[in-house]
């Protein structure tokens, strides 16, 4: 069973950039998805961006040319690069992952797939 540990939000403003880190402990993270989703107030909550085992990124349409997931297995870091940011992306950024074996895009982009979580790390931009 792993444990998930997300690092790196913060307060920033409308354009700027962010880069969030999760950390896995242990178990061999290259074994696993890896995700991101975030939850605003008031919303319910929504996937952001994926990446396989094999590093095959998917991402939610409304990030898509502003975030960029990747991973670093020998680390069992996977990092979200967040540029252009906006209002709107004010929300808990939380970490999770799942051994999915020839998962669809439904599957990885359903917060229901995902077994491990992490705390969350919260993002604010301001206007």
């Known amino acids: 069973q792993i444990q998930l540990v997300e690092s790196g939000g913060g307060l920033v403003q409308s354009g700027g950039s962010l880069i969030l880190s999760c950390t896995a402990s242990g178990g061999t993270f290259s074994s696993y998805v890896a995700a991101w989703f975030r939850q605003a107030p008031g919303k319910e909550r929504e996937f952001v961006a994926a990446?396989?085992?094999?590093?095959?990124?998917t991402y939610a349409d409304s990030v898509k040319g502003r975030f960029t997931i990747s991973r670093d297995n020998a680390k069992n870091t996977v990092y979200l690069q967040m540029n252009s940011l906006k209002p709107e992306d004010t929300a808990v950024y939380r970490c999770?992952?799942?051994?999915?074996?020839?998962?669809?895009?439904?599957?990885?982009?359903?917060?229901?797939?995902?077994?491990?979580w992490g705390q969350g790390t919260q993002v604010t931009v301001s206007s």
């Open positions: 990446s396989s085992r094999s590093s095959l990124s």
């Open positions: 999770a992952a799942a051994r999915l074996l020839f998962a669809s895009s439904t599957q990885i982009m359903g917060a229901g797939s995902y077994n491990y």
